[in-house]
C-alpha cells in the first residue's frame, strides 16, 4: 500500500470480504497473496493525469523492477523517469542505488503487471477524473455495469462463504453476527437466515445479545415484511433487557421510518442522563424524522450532537448528512459528497451501502437534470438485484427516480419496468421521494389526478412532507384545484433552508393560479432547486398565460422554458407534453404543419396531401392561431424545440 491511508482501508476490506484476510488467535493474517482486481478503483486516482507515454514507460518499468537508475534510465527517458518520480509514482532511492528502481505503491506495479497493457489506455482514467470532479461517470452502462456488479456479488459471495464455514465450525454469536450481517446487506432472502438465527448458541456478551436482536427485528420486518412481529420482538427484548431500551426504540423508529410512516414523538423521546453509545441510534432516529419533515436546520442541529460507534447508526448517519447538506445548502455539493460514497463503495465491494448513496446521489441529480449520471447508476443497482434488509428503500426510491426520468424521457416502455421493479421488492412507504412504488406518481400517466392528490395525501397521514410536497408538484400542475393542496401548503409552512419553501412556493403558485406571482417562483426555484423543477414551473407559467388568452405570453414562455432545459444532461421531451397537448393539434393540422416547417408552398402541400390549397391554408391559419405563432419561420422554431407534432401511429 506504501502506507497510503485510502489504499489500505481498499486492501484490508476487500481482503477481508473474500477471504484473504482472516482473524487466526486474535490476530489477521493473510492467506494468500492480497492483490484483488477491486483494487484497480482505489489505484485509478493515482494515474490520474498521466498520458499514454507516461502510462507505458511505468509498464515498462513494473515489467522490469529493481533495475539500476542507469538502466531504467535506457528504458524509459530520463525526462520521463524523473517526471513519473517527482509525481510519487517511481522510488528512485537516491541513498541506495543498488536497491533498484520501483514503481510505488506496490499495489500499483502489481496492477500493472497483472493487466499486461490494459493501464495503458486512457478510458480507464477518465472515470477516476469523473469522481475528481464530483460528477457520476454516465459511461458506467452496459458490460461495465455489469462488469462491477458482477464482481460486487462475487466479493459477497465469497464473503459469506468464509462466514459460513467460520460459523458452522463454531456456532458462536461472535461468528454469527458477521455472517448475518453480510446475508441481510445482500441476500436477505437466502433460506439459512433463519437457521443461523436457531442454531446460534446464546452469548453471555452483551454487545453480541445487542446485535443478535437488532439483526433479527430487522430481518423480520423487511424481509419477512412482518413489521408488527419485528416491533413486538424488540419491545419483548428491551423489557427483558432494560439497559438496551434506548437502542430498541431507536431500532424500531428507524424501521417504522422506512416502511410505514413517522414514528410517534414518544418513541423517539430521550431519556435523561443517556450514554452517549445507547443513544446514538435514537439521536440519529430522531434526525431521520426531521429529515422526513423538512426540519432541515433541527436534523442538522440533532446530528451534530453524535458521533456513531455503531456501523449501522453511523451509516445512516451519513446518509442523512448529505440530505442535510443538499437540502439546507446545496444540491450540487450534496451530490459530490454521494458521488464520492458511491465510488468508494464501488471500490470495496460494499453491498450494504451501495443502495443508500446511490439514491441520495440520485435524488440530487434528478433535481439538478443531471440525467445521464442518474440513469447510469440506476443501471449499477438495478444489475445488482437480490435483497438488502438495509438498503431496499433506497432501492425503491432510485428505481421511481429513475421511472420518472424515463417517463420525461418518452421511454414509457422502460419507466414502467422500473416502477414493476420497485413494487417488486414490497417494502412499504419510505420517508423520502420516490420510495413509494405506485404509478399514480409518475408524471403524465393515464390516472386521474385525484388519484395523485390521494397518494400526496396518505402521505401527508405518514408524516412525510418532503416526499408528499417532491409529488404535489406533479399532482397541481394536473389539478390545481384540489382541497389536498390547501392542507399541504399548511403543513409545509414549517419547512426550513431554501429547497424545500421555493417547491411549496411553487405549489402555492399553481393553486393561486396568478401569473404575476411566477416571476419570483422561478427566481426563487432556480436558485435553490435546479434547472429541472425549475423549467417545470416556466411550462406551467406559460400555459397560465394561455389560458389567459396571452398568446405572446404564451410562446415567449414555451421557449423560455426550453432554454431553462438546455442545462439538463439529456433531452427530456415528456416535460414538454403539456404544452403540446394544450396546442391540440389535429393529424391533418400536424401533417400540414410539417410540410409548411420544410419550407413547401402551400400548392405542393395540397398535392402531398390530396387535399385543396385553400383547405391547406386553413389549416395552416388554425395551426399558427393554437400555437400562437404567426409566420413559418416562427413555426419552425417551435418543432426544433418543444413542439412534437403528433402522427397517425
Known amino acids: ?238 423489557k427483558q433487557y432494560p439497559q438496551f431500551d434506548s437502542i430498541m426504540r431507536g431500532h424500531q423508529a428507524h424501521l417504522i421510518m422506512i416502511l410505514d410512516r413517522l414514528p410517534s414523538p414518544e418513541l423517539l423521546k430521550l431519556p435523561k442522563n443517556l450514554a452517549p453509545l445507547d443513544a446514538e441510534m435514537l439521536v440519529v432516529a430522531r434526525a431521520e424524522a426531521q429529515v422526513a419533515q423538512g426540519l432541515v436546520f433541527d436534523a442538522a442541529a440533532t446530528l451534530a450532537t453524535v458521533n456513531p460507534e455503531r456501523r449501522r447508526a453511523a451509516i445512516l448517519k451519513q446518509v442523512l448528512d448529505i440530505h442535510v447538506l443538499m437540502l439546507e445548502q446545496d444540491i450540487a455539493m450534496g451530490v459530490e459528497v454521494a458521488v464520492r460514497r458511491l465510488w468508494e463503495a464501488v471500490v470495496a465491494g460494499d453491498i450494504r451501502t451501495l443502495s443508500a448513496w446511490a439514491y441520495v446521489a440520485g435524488l440530487g441529480m434528478c433535481l439538478l437534470g443531471r440525467f445521464d449520471e442518474l440513469k447510469s447508476i440506476v443501471e449499477i443497482i438495478y444489475r445488482l438485484g437480490d435483497a438488502s434488509v438495509y438498503q431496499n428503500h433506497y432501492r425503491v426510491g432510485l428505481y421511481m427516480l429513475g421511472s420518472y426520468v424515463s417517463s420525461w424521457e418518452g421511454l414509457t416502455s422502460y419507466s414502467n419496468n422500473l416502477v414493476q421493479q420497485a413494487k417488486a421488492l414490497a417494502v412499504g412507504t419510505g420517508p423520502m421521494p420516490g420510495m413509494r412504488a405506485n404509478l399514480s406518481l409518475l408524471p403524465g400517466t393515464e390516472n386521474a389526478p385525484d388519484m395523485a392528490w390521494e397518494e400526496v395525501d396518505d402521505l401527508l397521514d405518514r408524516g412525510f412532507l418532503v416526499s408528499a410536497v417532491f409529488h404535489a408538484i406533479t399532482a397541481a400542475e394536473t389539478d390545481p384545484t384540489s382541497p389536498t393542496a390547501k392542507r399541504l401548503l399548511e403543513l409545509c409552512a414549517k419547512f426550513q433552508g431554501p429547497v424545500l419553501p421555493a417547491m411549496a412556493r411553487y405549489v402555492a403558485t399553481l393553486v393561486a393560479r396568478d401569473s404575476t406571482l411566477y416571476e419570483a417562483t422561478v427566481s426563487e426555484l432556480r436558485k435553490s432547486c435546479g434547472a429541472l423543477v425549475t423549467t417545470r414551473a416556466i411550462i406551467s407559467w406559460a400555459l397560465l398565460l394561455r389560458e389567459k388568452g396571452d398568446l405572446e405570453g404564451w410562446v415567449e414562455k414555451a421557449q423560455a422554458a426550453w432554454q431553462e432545459s438546455t442545462a439538463m444532461s439529456d433531452p427530456a421531451s415528456g416535460l414538454f407534453r403539456r404544452l403540446t397537448e394544450a396546442v391540440d393539434l389535429t393529424i391533418r393540422e400536424a401533417e400540414v404543419a410539417h410540410y409548411a416547417v420544410l419550407g413547401l408552398s402551400a400548392q405542393e402541400i395540397a398535392s402531398k396531401t390530396g387535399i385543396s390549397t385553400r383547405t391547406v391554408e386553413t389549416h395552416l391559419h388554425f395551426v399558427y392561431r393554437k400555437t400562437g405563432v404567426s409566420s413559418r419561420a416562427d413555426l419552425r422554431q417551435l418543432t426544433q424545440t418543444w413542439l412534437v407534432l403528433p402522427t397517425e401511429d
Not at 486512457?122 to 456488479?149: K, Q, R
Request: with cysteine; aromatic share 6%; hydrophobic share 45%.
Open 1 to 238: 500500500s506504501g502506507g497510503l491511508p485510502r489504499l489500505i482501508e481498499a486492501i484490508v476490506r476487500l481482503g477481508r470480504r473474500d477471504g484473504r484476510l482472516i482473524r487466526r488467535d486474535g490476530a489477521w493474517v493473510g492467506t494468500t497473496n492480497l492483490w484483488n482486481p477491486g483494487l484497480r478503483f482505489a489505484l485509478l486516482p493515482l494515474l490520474h493525469g498521466l498520458d499514454h507515454e507516461d502510462l507505458a514507460a511505468l509498464t515498462r518499468l513494473t515489467r522490469s523492477e529493481g533495475l539500476s537508475r542507469d538502466t531504467a534510465g535506457e528504458l524509459v527517458e530520463p525526462a520521463r523517469l524523473y517526471k513519473l518520480a517527482q509525481r510519487g509514482l517511481v522510488n528512485l532511492h537516491h541513498l541506495s542505488p543498488a536497491v533498484g528502481v520501483h514503481v510505488y505503491p506496490s499495489a500499483l506495479a502489481e496492477m500493472l503487471r497483472r493487466d499486461g497493457g490494459w493501464s495503458v489506455q486512457a478510458e480507464p482514467y477518465s472515470v477516476a477524473s469523473t469522481i475528481d470532479l464530483g460528477h457520476w461517470p454516465a459511461s458506467v452502462l452496459g458490460m461495465e455495469a455489469s462488469a462491477i456488479t458482477d464482481r460486487m456479488n462475487s466479493y459477497c459471495q465469497s464473503e459469506v462463504a468464509g462466514f459460513w464455514a467460520v460459523w458452522n465450525a463454531n456456532r458462536s454469536a461472535e461468528n454469527a453476527i458477521p455472517l448475518l450481517t453480510a446475508l441481510l446487506g445482500a441476500r436477505a432472502h437466502d433460506e439459512r437466515i433463519p437457521v443461523i438465527f436457531d442454531k446460534t448458541e446464546p452469548s453471555e456478551v452483551p454487545e453480541e445479545i445487542l446485535n443478535m436482536a437488532a439483526l433479527e427485528g430487522e430481518y423480520h420486518a423487511v424481509a419477512r415484511r412482518d413489521l408488527a412481529g419485528a416491533l413486538d420482538y424488540l419491545t419483548n427484548f428491551a
